[in-house]
């Protein structure tokens, strides 16, 4: 229905509606509808514990569940309505085209640029992250070096001074390393193990030669019966012996150790309970430290020298200036489940200031996967390193080797400059776009509201607005098509009132016609009849009757009009009223159709035609007479008393009615009448070629031989078992095929009372 507006005191009155409207939808949202029921029924129970736990202090386990449950039921209730209110903003905010194609164009324009330059800024910060995690590993690597480099030369010095200057080499090498490298400690362990031949030890990374450690002194073997420290050894306890993994030509790699961190108050409820054990508030913080162990030049070393560089504050400060980038904090992967694998050294340690892993996580953190060994075992194991890097730092780093222009290098005044240009680029692109978008927008949507005014007023019955046409586009095109189409509108209602009225007027021919046959079955003593007439459109063309004649005589008559339609309708309401006037006045078949012929020949159109079989069953001579003017065969399928009850097409001679030929001569000389006798069972078949002709999709018809064939193996069943019989196999052989033809058909059984009756 259209929608009007007032104006005036209505309208004013009207104003204050929205509001009564929408506290009325409030209330029926809340009370009326399951979700709004769940968070009111939710809000009660939890108003009703809150007063029930300030009593008792301590909720119960039952009554925590229920305030559970009411949690979830409100917040079920609220997502839905939060679901409900999100679909209504989207009805409301999208109903118009223009919100709809602004929103389109931000999708195709602005999200995929975000989104591209959120590709890159993430490739960037990956090159990055790889990068420092390249720098980290490089660094522990220099570190692991310069352990093997001073475990290398102290074992050699030690070989050379003898074993009685060995701890004096060993605090003299701490001394003058421990400035640079924080936490250096070195521990000469005493072995025993045959080496065979062996090359000198090889040098270490860093490059550095050692002048006299390549003069090898093959036969020289002392061994030093305790072991010798030198350092804080405050991360891990010295080592008693060499791991039977480590061969002969040394080691050195990551390993890592944890210690004991305690929290303030972990250490209270400690002192409090006089525990020994680990607090559950404890927990571990791990380190890295590099290890190296080198034996002497010689085929039966009796010591080896081992070396811990701790990676501590003064190595991540290195780092840092070195690279950009900061350690953080260390964690283990778990190790492999293997049976000989153990866990990190270490010992129970005091307070640590290392911050817990979770609070060093910046904007920039990245982490790095380091292998270190279990000294022990040998097993390898991964380390996880947090890291947080400066990306400016690391830059200016990469760009430091390149020329200066002004007081920026090379390299940063180009990606300054790319960056201003490229992004000035951008925006002057995004801004002309939108702007252009926008008017197109606008030039589309006027064409739409156009459109939906213009289909307004159609709606509303006036059929001469006309929208203007203010574009050459298609936009053009369109207001011109609705402008057609406007005006052929009102024509094309009036058409369907025609329509509607000729098709009220056929439904009203076809009751009239379906009235003109016979109602039911015909009732008569001995025998059984049943008939069916389909038309193939609202009205049709076939015909069939039951005329009774008295004397238990009775005539059955079909017939068919040439075409389809309301012609051939008109034709048979004409020819049932001649043949009921005609059947009172002959008595035989043959001389009822000559004179019908005589006189449909001259009303009948010199197109058309009639085919009709005409039978007269006299039960009390228990005889049939009957005569075919040019209408289908008639199927006789024998009774009981007959030997054989093979199904008999019969077809005597007989001429169309209707032709206006030699004043129908040749159709009285052509027709020929025939009787048959009746006997207990005889079942005759009438049909129209509608029957015999039906077609499926192949353009196969069901013809007359799969007729008889079929009412000879259904003969003993009833007569209205037969016909639905006969028209479920028509169906199923037609399938989907349309029906081109009217079908009649009508069943004569001759019952065990006829000869009671004749």
Same mark, same amino acid.
């Given at each position: 229905?259209?929608?009007y507006r007032?104006?005036? #005191?209505?309208?004013?009155?009207? %104003?204050?509606?929205?509001?009564v409207?929408?506290?009325?939808?409030?209330?029926?949202?809340?009370?009326h509808?399951?979700?709004?029921? !769940?968070?009111?029924?939710?809000?009660?129970?939890?108003?009703?514990?809150?007063?029930?736990?300030?009593?008792?202090?301590?909720?119960?386990?039952?009554?925590?569940?229920?305030?559970t449950?009411?949690?979830?039921?409100?917040?079920?209730?609220?997502?839905?309505?939060?679901?409900?209110?999100?679909?209504?903003?989207?009805?409301?905010?999208?109903?118009?085209?223009?919100?709809k194609?602004?929103?389109?164009?931000?999708?195709?324009?602005?999200?995929?640029?975000?989104?591209?330059?959120?590709?890159?800024?993430?490739?960037g910060?990956?090159l990055?992250?790889?990068?420092?995690?390249?720098?980290?590993?490089?660094?522990?690597?220099?570190?692991?070096?310069?352990?093997?480099?001073?475990a290398?030369?102290?074992?050699?010095?030690?070989?050379?001074?003898?074993?009685?200057?060995?701890?004096?080499?060993v605090?003299?090498k701490?001394?003058?390393?421990?400035?640079?490298?924080?936490?250096l400690?070195?521990?000469?362990?005493?072995?025993?193990?045959?080496?065979?031949?062996?090359?000198?030890?090889?040098?270490?990374?860093?490059?550095?030669?050692?002048?006299?450690?390549?003069?090898?002194i093959?036969n020289?073997?002392?061994?030093?019966?305790?072991?010798?420290?030198?350092? #804080?050894?405050?991360?891990?306890?010295?080592? !008693?012996?060499?791991?039977?993994w480590?061969?002969?030509?040394g080691?050195?790699?990551?390993?890592?150790?944890?210690?004991?961190?305690?929290?303030?108050?972990?250490?209270?409820?400690?002192?409090?309970?006089?525990?020994?054990?680990?607090?559950?508030k404890?927990?571990?913080?791990?380190?890295?430290?590099?290890?190296?162990?080198?034996?002497?030049?010689?085929?039966?070393?009796?010591?080896?020298?081992?070396?811990d560089?701790?990676?501590?504050?003064?190595?991540?400060?290195?780092?840092?200036?070195?690279?950009?980038?900061?350690?953080k904090t260390?964690?283990?992967?778990?190790?492999?489940?293997r049976?000989?694998?153990?866990?990190l050294?270490?010992?129970?340690?005091?307070?640590?200031?290392?911050?817990? #892993?979770?609070?060093?996580a910046?904007p920039?953190?990245?982490?790095?996967?380091?292998?270190?060994?279990?000294?022990?075992?040998?097993?390898?194991?991964m380390?996880?390193?947090?890291?947080?890097?400066?990306? %400016?730092?690391?830059?200016?780093?990469?760009?430091?080797?390149?020329?200066?222009?002004?007081?920026?290098?090379?390299?940063?005044?180009?990606?300054?400059?790319?960056?201003?240009?490229?992004?000035?680029?951008?925006?002057?692109?995004?801004?002309?776009?939108?702007?252009?978008?926008?008017?197109? !927008?606008?030039?589309?949507?006027?064409?739409?509201?156009?459109?939906?005014?213009?289909?307004?007023r159609?709606?509303?019955?006036?059929?001469? =607005?006309?929208?203007?046409?203010?574009?050459?586009?298609?936009?053009?095109?369109?207001?011109?098509?609705?402008?057609s189409?406007?005006?052929?509108?009102?024509?094309?209602l009036?058409?369907?009132a025609?329509?509607?009225?000729?098709?009220?007027?056929?439904?009203?021919?076809?009751?009239?016609?379906?009235?003109?046959?016979?109602?039911?079955?015909?009732m008569?003593?001995g025998?059984?009849?049943?008939?069916?007439?389909?038309?193939?459109?609202e009205?049709?063309?076939?015909?069939?009757d039951?005329?009774?004649?008295?004397?238990?005589?009775v005539?059955?008559?079909?017939?068919?009009?040439?075409?389809?339609?309301?012609?051939?309708?008109?034709?048979?309401?004409?020819?049932?009223?001649?043949?009921?006037?005609?059947s009172?006045?002959?008595?035989?078949?043959?001389?009822?159709?000559?004179?019908?012929?005589?006189?449909?020949?001259? =009303?009948?159109?010199?197109r058309?035609?009639?085919?009709?079989t005409?039978?007269?069953?006299?039960?009390?001579?228990r005889?049939?007479?009957?005569?075919r003017?040019?209408?289908?065969?008639?199927?006789?399928?024998?009774?009981?008393?007959?030997?054989?009850?093979?199904?008999?097409?019969?077809?005597?001679?007989g001429l169309?009615?209707?032709?206006?030929?030699?004043?129908?001569?040749?159709?009285?000389?052509?027709?020929?009448?025939?009787?048959?006798?009746?006997?207990?069972?005889?079942?005759?078949?009438?049909?129209?070629?509608?029957?015999?002709e039906?077609?499926?999709?192949?353009?196969?018809c069901?013809?007359?031989?799969?007729?008889?064939?079929?009412?000879?193996?259904?003969?003993?069943?009833?007569?209205?078992?037969?016909?639905?019989?006969?028209?479920?196999?028509?169906?199923?052989?037609?399938?989907?095929?349309?029906?081109?033809?009217?079908?009649?058909?009508?069943?004569?059984?001759?019952?065990?009372?006829?000869a009671?009756?004749?």
């Amino acid at each position: 229905m259209p929608r009007y507006r007032s104006s005036g #005191p209505a309208a004013s009155r009207s %104003a204050l509606t929205p509001a009564v409207e929408w506290g009325a939808g409030i209330r029926h949202a809340l009370l009326h509808t399951l979700p709004g029921r !769940a968070i009111v029924l939710g809000l009660l129970i939890k108003l009703g514990l809150a007063p029930l736990r300030l009593v008792l202090g301590v909720t119960p386990a039952f009554l925590s569940v229920v305030d559970t449950v009411a949690g979830i039921a409100i917040a079920a209730g609220l997502a839905w309505f939060v679901f409900r209110l999100l679909v209504l903003a989207k009805r409301r905010l999208l109903w118009r085209v223009r919100r709809k194609l602004i929103v389109s164009y931000i999708f195709i324009g602005f999200v995929p640029a975000i989104l591209i330059g959120a590709f890159f800024v993430l490739c960037g910060l990956l090159l990055f992250y790889n990068f420092s995690s390249y720098l980290v590993q490089t660094q522990l690597r220099e570190l692991e070096g310069q352990a093997r480099f001073f475990a290398s030369s102290a074992a050699i010095e030690i070989q050379r001074a003898g074993a009685r200057e060995a701890a004096a080499i060993v605090q003299r090498k701490q001394a003058n390393g421990a400035a640079q490298y924080e936490g250096l400690s070195i521990a000469v362990v005493p072995v025993g193990r045959s080496c065979g031949s062996r090359s000198p030890l090889p040098a270490p990374d860093s490059g550095s030669r050692i002048p006299d450690a390549t003069i090898r002194i093959p036969n020289s073997r002392f061994e030093i019966p305790n072991s010798i420290t030198a350092g #804080p050894w405050s991360h891990v306890d010295p080592p !008693a012996a060499i791991p039977a993994w480590i061969g002969c030509d040394g080691f050195s790699g990551l390993m890592a150790y944890s210690h004991a961190h305690r929290t303030a108050s972990s250490q209270a409820s400690r002192a409090a309970d006089g525990q020994t054990a680990r607090s559950a508030k404890d927990h571990e913080d791990t380190h890295m430290f590099l290890r190296a162990a080198a034996y002497p030049d010689s085929a039966s070393p009796g010591y080896a020298v081992v070396v811990d560089l701790v990676v501590g504050d003064q190595s991540k400060q290195r780092l840092r200036r070195a690279t950009g980038v900061d350690l953080k904090t260390v964690s283990t992967v778990p190790f492999t489940d293997r049976p000989d694998a153990k866990p990190l050294e270490g010992r129970p340690g005091g307070e640590s200031d290392a911050a817990s #892993p979770s609070s060093n996580a910046g904007p920039l953190s990245w982490v790095t996967l380091l292998t270190y060994h279990d000294w022990h075992t040998g097993v390898a194991g991964m380390l996880l390193v947090s890291t947080q890097l400066s990306i %400016a730092e690391i830059y200016d780093r990469i760009a430091a080797a390149q020329g200066l222009i002004g007081n920026r290098s090379f390299g940063q005044a180009l990606l300054l400059a790319l960056l201003v240009i490229v992004g000035g680029l951008f925006l002057v692109i995004e801004t002309v776009a939108f702007v252009v978008g926008l008017a197109l !927008a606008k030039s589309i949507t006027g064409s739409v509201h156009e459109l939906f005014t213009g289909t307004e007023r159609v709606r509303q019955g006036d059929f001469t =607005h006309k929208i203007a046409v203010k574009a050459q586009d298609q936009l053009g095109e369109l207001a011109e098509s609705f402008n057609s189409m406007t005006a052929s509108i009102e024509d094309l209602l009036r058409q369907a009132a025609e329509k509607k009225r000729l098709e009220e007027e056929l439904r009203i021919a076809h009751e009239i016609q379906m009235s003109l046959l016979p109602q039911g079955p015909l009732m008569m003593p001995g025998l059984s009849v049943t008939a069916l007439c389909v038309p193939a459109r609202e009205v049709g063309g076939d015909y069939y009757d039951f005329l009774p004649l008295g004397d238990q005589r009775v005539g059955v008559l079909i017939a068919d009009v040439s075409g389809k339609g309301t012609s051939a309708a008109l034709y048979m309401a004409e020819l049932k009223g001649l043949m009921l006037s005609l059947s009172e006045i002959h008595r035989s078949p043959r001389t009822l159709l000559i004179a019908a012929n005589r006189i449909i020949a001259q =009303h009948l159109d010199a197109r058309s035609f009639i085919t009709m079989t005409y039978a007269i069953l006299d039960l009390q001579a228990r005889t049939m007479t009957y005569a075919r003017a040019g209408h289908t065969p008639l199927i006789y399928v024998p009774g009981t008393g007959v030997e054989s009850r093979r199904a008999q097409i019969l077809a005597p001679d007989g001429l169309v009615l209707g032709l206006k030929i030699d004043d129908g001569e040749m159709f009285e000389r052509l027709l020929e009448e025939d009787t048959i006798p009746l006997h207990a069972g005889d079942l005759y078949l009438f049909f129209t070629d509608g029957i015999s002709e039906a077609m499926n999709a192949d353009d196969d018809c069901f013809g007359e031989t799969r007729l008889g064939q079929l009412a000879e193996d259904h003969a003993d069943l009833p007569s209205d078992v037969l016909r639905e019989r006969v028209l479920r196999e028509i169906s199923a052989f037609v399938g989907d095929a349309p029906q081109h033809d009217d079908m009649t058909m009508i069943l004569l059984k001759v019952d065990e009372v006829a000869a009671a009756v004749a």
